[in-house]
Each structure stands twice: as C-alpha cells, then as structure tokens.
C-alpha cells in the first residue's frame, strides 16, 4: 500500500464533495501556495496531505503543525529554528519546520490564531523564499510549498486588521472550501458504515451487520456540528457499545456526556437563556441583568431596550417569537454600539460576546454598515 493510500480517508459521492476532489486534483500539482477553508472536523489535514500526495513532492518531506497549541515565540522557534544563544537553553542551533521541509510541503493548520510578526515572516517565505533562524542575521534559502488551513472568515478579519491582507492575497492562489457534512446528505451512511466496519475490525468481531432503520434516521437527521470528526466518534461508540455484532446497531447515543447524573453546579447558557421571558430568548441572563428596567433617554438616537417592557405579560397571542426575538436582539446590539461609540470590541464586551461573534451578529442583521468600523 502507497504512503497515499495510507494516509488519505476522503470518502464521498455528493456532488459538492465531488466538486472539492475535482479542485484538489487540479491544483496539487502546481507549486501554489493553497489555502483549505472549513469548519472543525470537514477533514481540512486529510486534504492537506491528499495536495501533497498527489502533488510532484510527494516523495519529498510532509510536515504539519498546528499553530494554535504554540505561543508566538514557540510558533516562531518551531517554523524558523534558531541561532545557538538565541534565548536561555538555545546551546545550539536548531533547524525549524521551514529547513525541514525543504522541497517538500508544510501544512499549517489553524493559521488564523497566528500573530502580526508570524504572519510578516509567512510573507517573505511565500514571496521571496527565504527568512532568518531566531537569533540570526543571515537569510536561509528554502522552497517549501505552503497549505494553509482555517475555520475562520479570513477576508473578514483582513478587512479588521486582524489578518494581514497582503499575506491573505498570497495564501489565496487558490481557495479550496469544504462543505460541511449536513451539506453532504448523501455521504452521511457512506462514512457511517466505514467507520463502523473499521471499528468492528479494531474490536476483532467477525461482522458488522449495519444499522436499524431508526439508527439510520438518528444519523441522517442529525445536524453535525462536529461534522466527520464528530460522525466517527458517534460511530464507533455506537459499535463497541453494541452486544451483539450479529445485531445491527439499534443505539445511536449523540451526547456521551448526556445523564440524569451530570453535574449542574454550573449553569450552562441554556439554562440562562431558557430562565428568560421567551420574548427574549436569544439573549442570556447576564446581559440582561445589566440593563436598567427604566427607560433612559436615547443613545446617538438609539432608542434603549425596555425588558420589563418587553417581559410583561400582557401580550396578545398569536406572535412571531422569531420576529420579536430578533427585534429584541438588533435594538440592543444598536443601544450597546452606540453607548460604546460604535467601538465594536466594546461593544463585544459589553454584551458579553467575543468580537468575531459580534461581527457575525452585525452580518445577520445587516448592521455592519452603520457602524465606523472603529474596532481600537
């Protein structure tokens, strides 16, 4: 078996995956730099190593590295070496990812968590082949293909200075994005019955006999949040919690941490938004215990929110709880950005969301061009 077979697991036959195939394919040969774009668990390393397997380096060095699990030094020691007496314990010089993976492929995964400085460097790598070790003067000379991987919106954060732009425009020769798997219907049992023969085959049973009709609706229906890293887990779980291999597998448990047992010390957000009045739901606890009931005067024209308005009991049924959640949600996002100046990271802060999530929120409602851009 070739080191490819080995190491690729790309299953599939809905369109949009056959779409991806089609693009890996085409790509992998070329020496571009490429940027894989997906959420957690859609297999972004599984096409990393496929670009490099089919691609002309694939008898040359294939090296990984997330770089999110190290600190910026640590990032930077670990891509670029270092220079004997760099920093305390440097006794000698040490050869990075980059030297490493000379005339081969390096996957970066999680670029995004990367700082300013990292990112510089990335650049001179990509437009001029070279860098210098931590500690050193002299430039070393390296031809790495890079393939870079995210589950962030890379332009969005450009567009905020948290990325840099001009690296953005030389990671994005080509954008491979991967479906999620609720968007891969079709995949969904062919990747189920795979895992579970695999696992079967781990446990050492002579057989797996498939699934229960119920157990196929379970998977199919299902949202997959955790996409193939989360299918895998419920698979193999549901097989090696079966009795009977010459049963076929009737249990599908979703949520392994789900028990009449589980500890409830801390309040799960949930549990704070289902403690709300349904009308606003959405909103958790926190966040709405710091707004006053009294309705003080308009913000930059802002009208403020009035919960206690909003809590009292005397609305008239029927009503859109869809409408009226996001009513409620849109006039407090625009009383906290104009009590925080159209700062969108006070704004983050002041309603208790990262500022990614805010940028997400200001998206879904179209806010985004009513406020300064201001994010200092």
């Known amino acids: 078996?070739?080191?490819?077979?080995?190491?690729?697991?790309?299953?599939?036959?809905?369109?949009?995956?056959?779409?991806?195939?089609?693009?890996?394919?085409?790509?992998?040969?070329?020496?571009?730099?490429?940027?894989?774009?997906?959420?957690?668990?859609?297999?972004?390393?599984?096409?990393?190593?496929?670009?490099?397997?089919?691609?002309?380096?694939?008898?040359?060095?294939?090296?990984?590295?997330?770089?999110?699990?190290?600190?910026?030094?640590?990032?930077?020691?670990?891509?670029?070496?270092?220079?004997?007496?760099?920093?305390?314990?440097?006794?000698?010089?040490?050869?990075?990812?980059?030297?490493?993976?000379?005339?081969?492929?390096?996957f970066l995964d999680e670029l995004a968590n990367t700082s300013g400085m990292i990112q510089e460097k990335l650049l001179r790598v990509i437009e001029y082949g070279e860098f210098e070790r931590v500690g050193g003067s002299r430039s070393v000379k390296v031809d790495v293909r890079i393939v870079a991987a995210t589950n962030e919106d890379l332009p969005s954060l450009a567009e905020s200075g948290e990325f840099r732009a001009d690296l953005l425009d030389r990671l994005a020769f080509d954008v491979i994005t991967l479906p999620p798997l609720?968007?891969?219907?079709?995949?969904?049992?062919?990747?189920?019955?795979?895992?579970?023969?695999?696992?079967?085959?781990?446990?050492?049973?002579?057989?797996?006999?498939?699934?229960?009709e119920k157990a196929r609706r379970t998977l199919l229906e299902y949202h997959w949040p955790g996409n193939i890293r989360e299918l895998k887990n419920v698979i193999e779980r549901a097989v090696y919690r079966s009795n009977n291999p010459n049963l076929p597998v009737h249990q599908i448990i979703l949520d392994p941490f789900e028990s009449i047992y589980r500890p409830t010390g801390r309040i799960k957000t949930q549990d704070r938004i289902s403690s709300l009045d349904p009308v606003s739901t959405g909103v958790t606890a926190n966040i709405a215990s710091r707004i006053e009931p009294s309705a003080p005067a308009p913000v930059n024209g802002v009208a403020p929110v009035n919960i206690e308005a909003m809590s009292k009991?005397?609305?008239?049924?029927?009503?859109?709880?869809?409408?009226?959640?996001?009513?409620?949600?849109?006039?407090?996002?625009?009383?906290?950005?104009?009590?925080?100046?159209?700062?969108?990271?006070?704004?983050?802060?002041?309603?208790?969301?990262?500022?990614?999530?805010?940028?997400?929120?200001?998206?879904?409602?179209?806010?985004?061009?009513?406020?300064?851009?201001?994010?200092?």
């Open 1 to 106: 078996m070739s080191r490819f077979q080995q190491q690729d697991n790309l299953l599939g036959q809905s369109n949009n995956f056959l779409e991806v195939l089609e693009q890996i394919s085409q790509i992998a040969p070329l020496n571009k730099p490429v940027l894989i774009i997906g959420e957690r668990g859609t297999g972004k390393e599984l096409v990393a190593a496929r670009l490099h397997f089919l691609s002309k380096r694939w008898e040359q060095t294939y090296l990984k590295l997330n770089c999110a699990a190290l600190n910026e030094s640590l990032l930077e020691s670990e891509l670029f070496g270092y220079e004997a007496g760099a920093f305390t314990g440097a006794s000698k010089r040490r050869e990075g990812r980059f030297e490493t993976a000379n005339n081969g492929t390096l």
């Open 182 to 212: 609720r968007e891969r219907k079709e995949d969904i049992m062919m990747l189920a019955e795979q895992f579970a023969i695999n696992m079967a085959r781990e446990l050492e049973m002579e057989l797996f006999s498939g699934f229960t």
């Open 313 to 376: 009991p005397g609305i008239e049924f029927p009503v859109d709880l869809k409408e009226l959640s996001q009513n409620y949600e849109v006039n407090l996002i625009k009383q906290a950005l104009a009590d925080s100046q159209f700062n969108q990271k006070k704004t983050a802060e002041k309603l208790g969301l990262t500022y990614h999530q805010l940028r997400g929120y200001l998206k879904k409602y179209n806010l985004l061009e009513q406020t300064n851009e201001n994010v200092d």
